[in-house]
């Protein structure tokens, strides 16, 4: 069976700071991985995703994700934390054999940055 | 500008009551998804749709039902068959649903039983 892990229910970072939201997947076929912003009460925000080639990805707002396929893990990162990111993180996945509704999301992580 | 339609924000219910989330989309996008949000756990798929007049149960479609009469409209319907319909609801949408596809989400309905 397919899955998502975010093996991390919060990560606190201190404004400024680099921050990591981590990501592990098992997908058939080759891995398409995605990252989604959910602010309260609002809908998911896509970040950012992973199809083929580059292992560094760049999204929105300064987010990068780095995928490795030795570990299965596609990792969100940011060089610089702002208090601003402080929300709730999602990571998505599937393989080349299945669609979009075949998509698996993580349990999410929250991120609390501190000023 | 472009994008996903959810309404109402917050809904009601009273027991044995059936209630409908409306979601339109104006992205022109094939298809559609609904899904379910509970604190502490991912989202899970309740209905899709690949085009108007076709759609296929998710992982947790009992006591929903939706229909899909046009390409923007994707309404969901939470009936009374719905024991714990107290929940986020998201509908969302991408191009197509072939691999590799971002799906893009509306910004979500709160359905509260009272």
């Known amino acids: 069976a397919q899955s998502v892990a975010q093996p991390e229910d919060q990560v606190n970072v201190a404004e400024g700071n680099p921050l990591t939201v981590k990501c592990t997947y098992s997908?058939?076929?080759?891995?398409?991985l995605f990252w989604y912003v959910q602010y309260p009460n609002r809908g998911l925000q896509f970040l950012l995703k992973?199809?083929?080639?580059?292992?560094l990805v760049k999204g929105s707002y300064g987010f990068e994700a780095e995928f490795n396929k030795s570990q299965t893990s596609f990792h969100l990162k940011k060089p610089s934390a702002l208090v601003s990111d402080s929300a709730l993180y999602f990571c998505a996945g599937g393989g080349t054999t299945s669609g979009t509704y075949k998509y698996i999301f993580g349990t999410g992580t929250r991120l609390k940055v501190l000023a | 500008d472009g994008g996903i339609t959810q309404s109402p924000k917050y809904l009601f219910r009273k027991e044995g009551q059936n209630v409908t989330l409306s979601c339109e989309q104006n992205?022109?996008?094939?298809?559609m998804y609904w899904y379910r949000q509970d604190p502490g756990q991912g989202l899970r798929l309740i209905y899709y749709?690949?085009?108007?007049?076709?759609?296929q149960k998710g992982d947790i479609a009992e006591g929903y039902s939706v229909s899909r009469e046009k390409k923007e409209s994707f309404p969901l319907t939470v009936t009374s068959a719905q024991k714990n319909p107290t929940a986020f609801y998201l509908c969302a949408s991408s191009s197509d649903r072939g691999p590799g596809n971002t799906i893009y989400f509306g910004e979500g309905s709160w359905l509260t039983v009272v």
């Open positions: 749709s690949q085009i108007v007049n076709d759609f």
């Open positions: 997908v058939s076929g080759n891995p398409y």
């Open positions: 992205l022109n996008h094939d298809a």
């Open positions: 992973y199809i083929t080639g580059d292992n």
